[in-house]
């Protein structure tokens, strides 16, 4: 069972990777992220289950971080958005070369 | 005059000052003078009086080490050693023998005499100017007396820098196109060279960069070959052999005349009779390696000759001339035979003599006529008859007239190639032929002929001028006739050298002492 | 279970004494900026002065920590008992790297403050508490630690980049970094996750333990390894995880850009180093390839790339990506003297960098633009101080002895680790010393502006600012003395010995592949 | 006896001091001094006049009163000296037991002291070296004294001095020196005077291209002569006379011996004008005349003829390459003498046959009569110095007049001469003597000499060493018959062309103009009076060596003088059966009738008339390619100049170097247009690119991790 | 018993998977952030299945319900959720990413390739909350003090980022 969460957790990793190379708009990309950041707590707690309990410990703090990243990250899009616009992460080619 | 020398503790401290003095200076001169664009000797301390004072001093200070130098005894003299970096077992040590000896007074006493002879060259920045030529100084006197190796690095990259900016800010044309290439070349040869020492000092033992403790470095042959790669490539690139040489036209065709002169001695070829040699002799003796050298050096010969023949430019003319002299020097280095590296080292110390004259006067015509074509002059015989004189006489000296100092070094070079390789040295002898035209020509379109109508008259030598220029016609016509005094000393390099390459502890035929690894 | 049995003991405590200092600090600082003045117009008007108020108490509070950790290392403090956080000389010497950039990074701020006031007083406390999390990077033996470390030191810079907020490149560059930093963070995660599931452990001395009972590795571990890698790899910026670098640096605010490229690569190395030297110090002959490609990819793309440059910050930014390679070169020299090569390198970088990105500051002069070659040209005539430290910032960067000060030793110290490590690097030495050939060619290039052409005659002659005048001096000073005698920041750098598992953990034997990470190696 | 002598001292050991060195003897190295003080004085006064004056430098202004007391001055005193030192070896040669039969070295100083090889500054004074001695300074000093007079109204006056002193000095040391490498010092040292010379009047760009051409040409030359060193000093280890000689005598006829002889004979091809080198001394008359005379006839030219007899040990120690010696010089003799029958400017006419005169040197040298060739040396120096001076003269009216004219006509044109023995009596007189010896009509000087190397030639056909070598496949016999052939011809062209020259220019009606023919006259009495002297030189010269048959006086003065040089050498390559009365008598006989035909040809020849050279009908046939010398510039131009400067300046300068360069700068350049391309391309500021480049680095990092 | 688990694992596996999958391809924000909101609903379920209860209701606490709820709000406040505006990429970068995430999936599923190690520990554990707090207040003790900063480094950002007024 642990073997099959951890492929299910590499599948929903790869799934958010292939978004992230697919996807132009940058909350989406963002969310994208976070499905990779799900896939791997699912790893961790899967592996928490063979391991111990530090797994689940990891993924409470990957929790917290997400948290404080979609706080920064949003942010972050919010000001982009006020400079061009638009959150199209292939318009945003001011910095190039 | 010795023992007073030798009374003052001479020997001890006139190595480090060589050194230190301009180093020290080169802030002074920078910041009592004004740095402008405009004319500096219109307002203030003239930094031209300053930086020649200085040189001057220097010069005093070479000839007090010739003074202290015992020619009777052997081994390192002058030695100075204090620890420098325990970590990596490098120390300040300095010291000469008769290799160097006569490079360093040959550049000492240079430096002062350029700078005088090419007074009006650099008329903006002096100040600058001058510290940056004091910097390069100290640089060349440190490659020459460093007998730690990192030291040596460090001197050998030191040269790079001041040259570099003397080219750039100073040259002419397209000086700063010429200026990288010049630095880039070289860094190829001296990087390479850093990660051989590095290499070197860790088979070593990672305990000392002294000479002395290397030499005894135990090498495989293979690793010889390695290092000595290294090695000779940052010498080659360094002296231009062909065909590491394209860099040397430009820089040397756009470089103001001081930089011109120091690029014309040849400390590449004293860092092979040094280093490259004696570290690595089974390299050295390896056929195929020195085939391949002497081949290029013989190329080299007639290759710079021919392009002499059709340059336009007088310095890019001196500049291949250069070239073909430093094919004659490899061949004499890399045959080995005692008389080729006697005549050879002779040679180095003579081309840097009569190059710098050449580019002396070439340098005083730049800025008479504000061009260094040969299309734009003609005539001067007549216009100005005490220059053309020793013009004519370096040109001679340049082709190797017997009775100029050019003679003496490339007859025994080629006295002492033939023994060993008949065929290249009597290829190489062609290059006397084309010597000639290339050196006729330069005659021919700048001394003879009519002068252009529409240009003014170029005024003859100065008092200044005609005083260094006299000297160097006098040391060129010493050096041609009554060598002795250099060359005596030389033959116990030559030898030493060639004993070297022969049976030095890494030698193919093995060591005949019984020196052992430490 | 009662507060009592809870470890926040003494010795949680001594051991994070520095960081402590710091995060305390930079809390007071934070307080400050909430402190409202009297009146909106008074607030206004102060905050720019605010800000540079902050940025000097910060550099004192860096200096202060900086105080501690000397005497923490004087002390000999130890880490935490359970090995998660080192007490060791590396930890130090870093932080120590990472304390001085960020002062001399805040003196920067201080100054470009002064042309541009773009930065709000909050922006020194985020530059502390980023430098708070390098911190722990430095002394973090556990792989959460380290995630979280990073983090903290990730999270402040996306924010530090965009916080110039009438900077439309700014604010690309912010989520550039964001979104491509997260991406990364993804990967290096789920490396933790499986080498934590390969393993049993975050700790770096059970992982070390348990790779030394099982030299075969599982695939999870290397799987694990490699997106750890992966992770590293862009955080250092080697290629080809480096893409990201020249467009963030371009458009980032010229002294968090210099942050960047010399603290945060600093510290990421650190954290670096001490994974492959500490927990993978057994499987070295699995990943010593990979990196040695790593490094040489990249010390290659970074010098070739710079060529074309005009924009300078590019340019510096592409060196810097170089600039990772050559210090990827300590790692994988797998040494005590690639440790030390280490942190006299980063000693070395920091300064060159502080250096010229203190000149471009001054000729910026505020503007929302990265300076280009045109701003530089002729700068000799116009302000040669500034000419000449750039030049000395940039021939150190080329690793020119002399000239280039301290540059020379730091270039030295990589080949020595190179040449010296238990599987000699000849190669690795050329193609750097070949690749340092090539840069040549851009910085010299930029040296060549300066001062073989003449200025721009309308060109406006950049104002001095105090403040990067203070750090160009101190910069160009120090990588010139101590390019004369490097002997203190490279006995300094040899004292800075790694704690590996078996310090910890007496029980374990050696792992199989070692090299002597000894005192006694490194004081020789 | 001298062989025996040398082996001693090359073996070191030590020689009792020489009977000449408590002699005025032990002063020979002021010969050389002497003139170079003289250069170096009149150089400085030279300097001094052109610096001040600039170019407004002038003729009376030049003619500074010292330089016409130091220029001739210093040659009287070398002059004196020679005479002095000649009059100590023969009293010597009275006095000592043994003769002269050693050379007197004079050891200055070392020289190039370089560990196994030393050469020392070392003088040797032996009776070739006296002789050469003699006439350079014997005609040197005639000719500057002549030289006062003909370059007085010239600019250049003090500087001409200084050339003519220096050279004089080189070429002293030349004949003086101990040593190859010594020797070689002079040697290319009268090559530069001779450049200097030839472009002395170095606005004209033609002048400074004979001067050039001479040097080049001289050099290749010189190139061979530094291959036989070195391969002497290879194997050797000698490089000074004595120690040398002695050691390639023992190894006569090895390989070692032949390089070194054939490399020698190169050099002594260029600086003597041998064929194939002998191209730039006809441009050489580009100089002042007397300069001509002094380097391109009497001295310098001859110095190849001085180094095969004093390389005779060498020489004779390599048959074949006598035998090569032999031909090349009765080939150039024939071949200048043919083109000299179709010249018309007057310096050419003797200039080829001064080319012409030299082969019949080398016809003697090579076939081992080295008093023959150094009488002829002699006799030469003597009628042709003379006759140069002569043409000097004329050349000096001719130019006189035009300039009072202001006609631009060339004042060396055969065509524009003629009866000037009416206002130039002396000249016209002192001329037709020399005309007569060159001829070889007796008992002129050239008669003798000429007669001497064509009987030498003639006896050495058969029964000599000589005889039985074999050079490309032919015998010696056969060469050696050939030889005097060509030899016989020669001296009937030779006849022809000087009678030619003499009849045009002297006989007949005047040609110059009616005008400038008022205006010539006979040149000034410091011309005429070493005109006069060396035209009594050219009658008596031959007494110096009269064969044996001719009761005329002592006989074969100089074979005995040269004996102790070369008489051992000589002897190696002579036959064992002297040379029967009758057949001598009918040489001589053949040699009379052939000069007497040639003067009647000419005779006839001249009878036609005479149109100028504007008016002239186009040459053709051989005669065309007479008077073109054959093409030989047009030719080496083609297939050697042109393509050496194509090479350098298209294959090379436009080829190899950028390609060079191109090679280095294409590494550079090549890189930064990769790196702006690729950057255009992969930078391009899309995030999702950058993000693909990571995944796609991130699947190779783990490609590589994990399969393996 | 068994078969019912492993039945109901594979639901919410296929659940997540499939949600993901339909997380990505949505053009629209809105009904993406949606989909992924169920992703983390199917992955609370599995957590609770791994015996990590109490990590499964913070997944819903903070992902679902506060993360998730953050996006929805900026899509909602930048106006992004308009229909008929596609962020997809073109074929070739599809295609691209498809092939690296094909490749990526090859080289993840690797790691699977050998059994899992056995661990002496590890027995079902009865009450999930103690151990979870133990452990983060003793031995990851300080990684729960840097979160706090993290969190205010994250507090610090957004408002410097996001707050309104341009200090001149």
């Known amino acids: 069972m642990i073997t099959e969460a951890l492929i299910v957790s590499a599948i929903l990793f790869v799934i958010g990777v292939v978004g992230v190379l697919t996807r132009r708009n940058a909350i989406i990309l963002f969310m994208c992220v976070e499905l990779m950041l799900n896939a791997v707590n699912l790893s961790f707690v899967a592996l928490s289950k063979l391991h111990g309990v530090t797994g689940q410990v990891f993924v409470v703090m990957v929790m917290t971080i997400a948290a404080a990243e979609a706080a920064v990250g949003l942010a972050i899009v919010i000001s982009v958005f006020r400079h061009a616009g638009t959150v199209d992460l292939s318009s945003l080619k001011l910095l190039r070369g | 005059m010795r023992d007073f020398l030798l009374s003052i503790g001479a020997a001890a401290w006139v190595l480090p000052a060589l050194i230190l003095w301009p180093i020290m200076a080169a802030p002074l001169v920078r910041w009592i003078g004004r740095d402008t664009v405009t004319d500096d000797a219109a307002d203030g301390l003239d930094a031209r009086v300053l930086t020649c004072g200085v040189l001057a001093v220097e010069a005093l200070l070479g000839l007090v080490l010739l003074g202290v130098y015992d020619s009777g005894a052997a081994g390192w003299q002058a030695r100075f050693d204090v620890p420098w970096l325990p970590e990596l077992g490098a120390s300040l040590s300095l010291g000469v023998d008769a290799l160097s000896l006569p490079m360093v007074v040959l550049i000492t006493v240079l430096m002062p005499l350029t700078l005088l002879g090419a007074w009006n060259n650099v008329r903006v920045r002096t100040p600058s100017f001058g510290a940056l030529l004091l910097l390069l100084t100290a640089g060349l006197v440190g490659v020459l007396v460093s007998l730690d190796l990192l030291l040596f690095y460090l001197a050998w990259e030191l040269m790079l820098i001041p040259t570099y900016f003397l080219i750039g800010i100073w040259g002419t044309g397209q000086a700063s196109r010429a200026t990288v290439r010049y630095v880039l070349f070289t860094l190829v040869g001296s990087l390479l060279m850093l990660v051989a020492i590095l290499a070197l000092w860790n088979g070593g033992g990672a305990s000392s960069f002294h000479l002395d403790h290397l030499l005894r470095v135990r090498l495989t042959p293979q690793t010889q070959l390695y290092m000595f790669g290294a090695f000779f490539l940052a010498f080659a690139v360094k002296s231009a052999l062909v065909p590491f040489h394209t860099w040397l036209p430009d820089a040397q065709g756009s470089a103001p005349t001081v930089a011109a002169v120091t690029l014309g001695v040849k400390v590449g070829i004293y860092g092979i009779l040094r280093f490259a040699i004696p570290l690595f002799p089974a390299a050295a003796m ?161 001394l003879f002929g009519d002068a252009p109508i529409t240009a003014p008259a170029i005024a003859d030598l100065s008092w200044r001028e005609g005083v260094v220029m006299g000297t160097f016609a006098l040391a060129m016509l010493w050096l041609g006739v009554a060598p002795g005094p250099v060359l005596r000393p030389l033959d116990g390099v030559a030898r030493s050298v060639v004993e070297a390459a022969h049976f030095g502890p890494n030698a193919p035929m093995g060591p005949t002492s019984t020196r052992t690894t430490p | 279970m009662t507060m009592a049995d809870l470890p ?92 001085g950039g960020t002062g001399l990074v805040l003196a920067l701020l201080d100054a470009d403050h002064e042309r541009s006031q773009a930065f709000s007083p909050e922006v020194p406390v985020l530059l502390l508490l980023s430098a708070s999390g390098m911190m722990v990077l430095a002394a973090a033996r556990d792989l959460m630690i380290v995630f979280l470390g990073i983090e903290l030191m990730s999270l402040a810079v996306y924010v530090l980049a965009g916080v110039n907020r009438r900077s439309a490149r700014g604010a690309e560059s912010a989520v550039k970094y964001f979104l491509l930093g997260a991406f990364s963070t993804g990967f290096l995660l789920y490396g933790m ?251 010299l290039k930029v040296i060549a502006a300066m001062f073989m052409r003449p200025a721009a005659t309308n060109g406006s002659v950049a104002e001095p600012v105090p403040m990067a005048h203070g750090v160009l001096v101190l910069c160009t000073v120090a990588l010139l003395v101590l390019g004369l005698v490097p002997t203190p920041v490279s006995r300094l750098a040899g004292r800075a010995h790694l704690a590996t598992g078996a310090e910890s953990q007496r029980t374990v034997p050696p792992a199989p592949i070692t090299t002597p990470l000894s005192t006694a190696s490194l004081t020789r | 006896m001298s062989i025996v002598s040398a082996l001693e001292l090359a073996t070191g050991a030590q020689a009792p001091a020489h009977v000449l060195s408590t002699t005025v003897a032990q002063y020979m190295w002021l010969l050389p001094v002497l003139p170079l003080l003289g250069a170096m004085g009149n150089g400085m006064i030279a300097l001094g006049v052109g610096r001040a004056r600039g170019e407004q430098v002038d003729a009376t202004t030049a003619r500074h009163p010292l330089v016409t007391l130091m220029g001739p001055g210093v040659l009287l005193a070398s002059f004196a000296l020679a005479i002095a030192i000649f009059v100590a070896m023969l009293g ?354 050239g008669f003798f000499s000429k007669d001497a190397i064509l009987s030498a030639v003639f006896a050495r056909a058969s029964g000599s060493p000589l005889a039985q070598a074999s050079l490309l496949g032919l015998s010696g016999q056969t060469i050696l018959l050939g030889v005097y052939a060509v030899g016989m011809v020669t001296a009937l062209f030779t006849a022809v062309y000087m009678g030619r020259l003499l009849l045009l220019a002297f006989f007949g009606e005047n040609r110059t103009g009616s005008d ?191 399969l393996r | 018993m068994t078969s019912f688990f492993e039945f109901q694992f594979l639901l919410f596996s296929v659940l997540a998977i499939v949600s993901a999958l339909l997380f990505v391809t949505r053009r629209n924000p809105v009904p993406a952030a949606l989909w992924l909101v169920n992703v983390m609903f199917a992955l609370s379920g599995l957590y609770v299945m791994l015996d990590a209860p109490f990590v499964g209701a913070v997944q819903i606490l903070v992902y679902a319900g506060a993360i998730m709820v953050v996006f929805v709000f900026v899509v909602m406040l930048l106006n992004l959720g308009r229909s008929g505006i596609t962020d997809l990429r073109a074929l070739g970068a599809r295609l691209g990413a498809g092939l690296v995430g094909v490749c990526l999936l090859t080289m993840l599923l690797m790691s699977q390739r050998q059994r899992l190690p056995q661990m002496p520990s590890a027995p079902a554990i009865p009450n999930v909350v103690t151990p979870v707090a133990t452990s983060l207040f003793s031995d990851y003790l300080v990684a729960f003090e840097l979160t706090s900063v993290v969190l205010l480094v994250a507090v610090i950002g957004a408002v410097l980022l996001a707050k309104k007024r341009v200090r001149a």
């Open chain 2, 286 to 446: 390896h056929d195929a390696v020195r085939m391949t050298i002497l081949v290029l050096a013989v190329i080299a010969v007639l290759y710079g000759a021919l392009m002499a023949m059709v340059q336009e430019d007088l310095k890019r003319w001196i500049a291949y001339a250069s070239i073909s002299h430093l094919g004659m020097l490899m061949l004499g280095i890399f045959v080995l035979t005692p008389l080729a590296v006697q005549g050879a080292t002779l040679l180095m110390i003579n081309h840097g003599i009569t190059t710098s004259a050449l580019f002396l006067l070439v340098g005083m015509l730049a800025d008479r006529r504000g061009s260094t074509l040969m299309a734009d002059f003609g005539g001067l015989a007549r216009q100005a008859p005490v220059l053309s004189a020793i013009l004519v006489l370096a040109i001679l000296s340049t082709i190797a007239l017997p009775g100029t100092n050019g003679f003496v070094g490339e007859l025994l070079v080629l006295l002492g190639a033939f023994s060993e390789q008949p065929v290249l040295t009597g290829i190489a002898t062609l290059g006397v032929i084309a010597a000639a035209l290339y050196g006729l020509r330069a005659v021919q379109r700048v």
């Open chain 3, 8 to 99: 926040m003991s003494g010795s949680l405590m001594r051991a994070l004494v520095p960081e402590l200092l710091l995060v305390t600090g930079a809390l007071g600082l934070l307080l400050a900026t909430v402190w409202q003045p009297q009146g909106q117009a008074a607030a206004a008007a102060e905050g720019a002065e605010r800000t540079s108020l902050i940025a000097r108490f910060a550099m004192l509070l860096c200096g202060l920590t900086g105080i501690a950790v000397i005497i923490a290392w004087g002390d000999a403090a130890a880490g935490t008992a359970d090995g998660r956080i080192a007490g060791d000389g590396f930890r130090w010497a870093v932080d120590l790297v990472i304390l």
């Open chain 3, 193 to 443: 996750a499986l080498v934590f599931g390969a393993t049993g452990s975050t700790r770096y001395a059970d992982i070390a333990t348990w790779i030394a009972q099982h030299p075969a590795l599982s695939p999870m571990l290397r799987i694990g390894m490699g997106l750890l890698l992966v992770g590293f790899a862009f955080k250092v910026a080697a290629a080809p995880f480096h893409v990201w670098t020249p467009d963030v640096y371009d458009g980032a605010p010229l002294p968090v850009t210099a942050f960047m490229a010399a603290v945060v690569k600093t510290a990421a190395f650190a954290a670096f180093l001490r994974l492959m030297t500490d927990a993978f110090v057994g499987p070295v002959a699995e990943w010593h390839a990979v990196l040695w490609w790593l490094a040489v990819l990249t010390m290659v793309l970074g010098n070739v790339f710079a060529l074309s440059q005009t924009n300078l910050v590019r340019m510096l930014g592409y060196s810097s990506i170089a600039h990772a390679g050559y210090l990827l070169v300590t790692i994988i020299a797998h040494s005590a003297g690639g440790v030390s090569a280490l942190l006299f390198y980063a000693v070395t970088y920091t300064l060159a960098t502080m250096a010229a990105f203190g000149v471009l500051i001054t000729v910026s002069g505020g503007r929302d633009q990265a300076p280009t070659l045109a701003d530089v040209t002729g700068l000799w005539s116009t302000r040669p101080g500034l000419a000449v430290a750039m030049a000395v910032s940039l021939l150190a960067l080329l690793g020119m002895p002399l000239a280039g000060g301290m540059g020379f030793f730091a270039k030295w110290y990589l080949l020595q680790a190179a040449w010296q490590a238990a599987a000699p690097q000849a190669v690795l030495a050329i193609v750097l010393v070949l690749s340092s050939v090539v840069s040549a060619g851009y910085y």
């Open chain 4, 92 to 445: 010597a040669g009275m006095s000592a037991s043994a003769g002269l039969a050693t050379p007197f070295i004079l050891r200055l100083g070392s020289w190039i002291p370089a560990g196994a090889l030393v050469i020392d500054w070392a003088f040797q004074l032996d009776q070739l070296s006296m002789l050469m001695v003699l006439v350079i300074t014997g005609v040197g000093t005639l000719i500057h004294i002549f030289s006062v007079g003909y370059m007085r109204d010239d600019a250049g006056y003090a500087r001409y001095f200084a050339y003519l002193n220096l050279f004089v000095a080189f070429m002293l040391v030349l004949v003086l020196g101990a040593s190859y490498p010594v020797l070689f010092i002079g040697w290319e040292g009268v090559g530069l005077c001779s450049y200097l010379l030839i472009s002395f009047w170095f606005r004209d760009a033609a002048n400074v291209a004979a001067g050039t051409k001479a040097f080049v040409v001289n050099r290749i030359g010189d190139a061979g002569f530094l291959v036989a060193m070195f391969l002497m000093w290879r194997t050797t280890q000698h490089l000074d006379f004595a120690g040398a000689h002695a050691a390639l005598l023992s190894q006569a006829g090895t390989p070692a011996v032949v390089a070194i002889a054939l490399f020698l004979f190169i050099g002594c091809t260029g600086k003597s004008a041998q064929l194939p080198l002998y191209v730039w001394l006809p441009d050489a008359m580009a100089g002042p005349t007397p300069v001509s005379a002094l380097i391109h006839a009497a001295t310098m030219v001859t110095a190849g003829v001085y180094l095969v007899a004093r390389a005779a040990p060498v020489f004779s120690g390599a048959p074949a390459i006598s035998l090569l010696v032999t031909v090349v010089g009765a080939l150039t003799a024939l071949f200048a003498a043919t083109i000299a029958l179709r010249q018309w400017d007057i310096k050419k006419v003797l200039a080829y046959s001064t080319v012409s005169q030299l082969g019949y040197m080398f016809m003697a040298v090579g076939s081992g009569a080295y008093t023959a060739g150094v009488f002829h040396l002699v006799t030469h120096a003597f009628f042709k110095a003379l006759l140069f001076l002569g043409a000097g003269s004329v050349i000096h009216a001719m130019h006189a007049a035009y300039h009072a004219t202001h006609r631009h006509d060339d004042p060396q044109d055969l065509r524009n001469m003629g009866g000037l023995r009416r206002v130039m009596p002396v000249t016209a007189v002192t001329m037709g003597l020399a005309t007569l010896a060159i001829a070889g009509v007796p008992p002129l000087a």
């Open chain 4, 516 to 706: 400038a023919a008022a205006a010539l006259h006979e040149a000034p009495g410091v011309m005429t009076i070493p005109v006069v002297l060396l035209a009594i030189l050219t009658v008596a010269g031959g007494w110096l060596n009269l064969p044996e048959l001719m009761p005329l006086g002592r006989p074969e003065l100089l074979e005995h003088w040269l004996a102790p040089v070369t008489g051992a050498s000589a002897a190696r390559l002579a036959g064992t059966v002297p040379l029967a009365h009758g057949t001598e008598q009918g040489l001589i006989l053949a040699a009379v009738v052939t000069a007497m035909l040639g003067l009647g040809i000419a005779f006839i020849a001249a009878r036609r008339p005479i149109t100028d050279k504007a008016h002239a009908a186009p040459d053709t046939g051989v005669s065309a390619l007479l008077a073109n010398a054959y093409h030989v510039d047009a030719g080496v131009d083609a297939v050697l100049v042109r393509p050496t400067q194509a090479l350098a300046s298209v294959a090379l300068a436009r080829g190899v170097e950028p390609g060079i360069d191109g090679l280095f700068s294409a590494v550079g350049n090549g890189l930064t247009a990769v790196a702006a391309l690729v950057g255009r391309r992969v930078q391009d500021g899309d995030v999702g690119k950058y993000a693909w480049v990571i995944a796609a680095g991130a699947v190779l990092m783990l490609a590589a991790l994990s």
